[in-house]
């Protein structure tokens, strides 16, 4: 009856990964002592085919999770594992055999911190695989009282977070775990499960490139997906092809992690990945750039107002604010209500975010995107991207984006090609070298926190100048719509002065 039950209710296997001697294991990420049998070696490219048993509690499974999943169930049924199989003689220069598993597993506590503030817990997913843990956190709660509550947890929250729906996770399974294999295989990529305050586990996937002679493998860039996009086949590619090292995980209810994807969750998430990265994987936050794409740019936001230290953060196809999207979609009759669930239950509110941070900000506007325009992709100035920039030049320069600078800069987001953007450019005879001088020299003498009262006593030609250079230097173009892949050489790093 004891092996029925370990059977049915055990972790399922997906695949063994290939053996990789050569390869090292990344110092921060613990590896927990497990066995598992090697495979003959014509099994290491083929998935893993289930008897007729372990099918049937498969079944069970599945359908236990469509028929009534809650944050109790989701977290047992629908959590990863990774298994790492270790065996006394090898070293940790080497990556063992991993296989790839489903199932409940425990949280137990490895060890606690002394000292005081954000220095959190260290956990250990019991002969499973590596956990990283945070205190729990106080407040946030959400009193089920109105119907913008009503809408925000049943219809809301699956419009706004797609990939967190159960039947497009599994129409998109073999699909991830192919991504998966391929990060681990081709890659090195390293999974450990981080325990946030609140309780949810995020997925992670950890790419070291700091063993190697590119100085970009130095930096550490955090992928922050879009709302139904996986760091198995998400944005994490695009650093990782510019040589940079990668740290991807998943929103709450995405894939391998739990939960489900309301801000203040994803806010704990992020916390608890920055933290990762800094006190388990050794980088400092200078040394730590935050990369988003579309929706995920309000964690990256948070984790920029929230660590404002780190290096930079580039936001690709992001947005300032969501309710003129959610708008957008919904019918004219619910604005109202839908204004209302937004504010109260679903505040993606990125320009306010990015405008608390201090640091280079970097933003990659879609110039066909058909996803943030609130009209139709062929009205650039739709692009709610353009409002992020406004805003954040206003924050910062507010001297310099008054009438003249505003007028100007609208002028350079109305083109919508490297060409007509020149032209404008060219036609106000922007001088670099003058504009980089001013600049320096206010930093020189007042200090680099903004917000900068540099042109009060400025011409309107100078003012206009230092807008147009401002904002060249903090968006750039890229002709495409919203979901196609950004290719490496378009992976830039902020401007700074």
């Not at 109260?344 to 941070?357: D, G, T």
């Not at 933003?363 to 139709?376: F, Q, S």
């Amino acid at each position: 009856m004891a092996k029925l039950l370990s059977c049915v209710l055990g972790p399922r296997l997906y695949k063994i990964y290939r053996e990789r001697d050569s390869e090292r294991t990344p110092s921060g990420v613990p590896e927990p002592p497990t066995t598992v049998t090697t495979p003959s070696s014509s099994s290491w490219d083929t998935y893993y085919q289930p008897r007729a048993l372990e099918k049937h509690a498969d079944s069970i499974l599945a359908l236990a999770s469509v028929a009534g999943p809650t944050p109790s169930t989701c977290s047992s049924s629908l959590s990863w594992k990774q298994r790492i199989g270790t065996s006394p003689q090898k070293t940790r220069g080497s990556l063992p055999n991993t296989t790839l598993t489903l199932g409940a597993g425990q949280l137990t506590s490895i060890g606690k911190s002394p000292a005081a503030g954000r220095s959190p817990e260290g956990a250990l997913l019991a002969g499973v695989w590596p956990c990283f843990a945070q205190s729990p956190c106080t407040g946030g709660q959400q009193t089920p009282s109105s119907t913008s509550y009503l809408v925000a947890h049943t219809l809301g929250r699956r419009m706004l977070y797609p990939g967190s729906v159960y039947l497009l996770q599994k129409a998109l399974m073999p699909v991830l775990l192919q991504g998966q294999a391929r990060l681990v295989e081709e890659y090195n990529g390293r999974r450990a499960k981080l325990l946030a305050c609140d309780g949810n586990e995020i997925d992670t996937m950890f790419v070291d490139r700091r063993g190697t002679a590119e100085p970009q493998g130095q930096k550490l860039v955090i992928c922050c997906e879009g709302n139904a996009g996986f760091y198995e086949v998400g944005c994490v590619s695009t650093p990782l092809e510019a040589g940079y090292s990668v740290l991807g995980w998943n929103h709450p209810g995405f894939a391998g992690s739990t939960g489900v994807p309301f801000p203040q969750n994803e806010a704990n998430a992020m916390d608890t990945v920055v933290q990762f990265a800094i006190h388990r994987l050794g980088f400092q936050p200078q040394d730590i750039v935050i990369y988003a794409w579309s929706i995920g740019g309000f964690t990256a936001t948070w984790a920029a107002m929230s660590y404002p230290d780190v290096s930079a953060v580039i936001l690709d196809a992001s947005f300032d604010d969501l309710v003129p999207l959610a708008l957008k979609v919904m019918p004219d009759s619910w604005r109202g209500l839908v204004s209302r669930t937004v504010r109260q239950h679903l505040n993606l509110n990125n320009a306010e975010q990015l405008c608390r941070y201090q640091g280079p900000v970097l933003l990659i506007r879609r110039t066909k995107d058909e996803i943030i325009t609130t009209t139709v992709p062929e009205d650039i100035m739709s692009n709610r991207g353009n409002d992020l920039l406004l805003k954040l030049l206003q924050h910062r320069y507010p001297r310099v984006m008054a009438e003249e600078g505003l007028r100007v800069v609208r002028q350079w987001l109305e083109a919508s090609s490297q060409l007509e953007e020149a032209s404008i450019y060219s036609r106000w005879e922007v001088e670099e070298d003058w504009c980089l001088s001013v600049l320096r020299s206010y930093q020189a003498e007042h200090g680099p926190d903004f917000p900068w009262s540099v042109g009060e006593d400025m011409c309107a030609e100078g003012r206009r100048q230092l807008a147009l250079f401002l904002a060249r230097k903090h968006l750039h173009n890229f002709e495409a719509t919203h979901c196609t892949p950004l290719p490496a050489q378009n992976f830039q790093m902020a401007w700074h002065l």
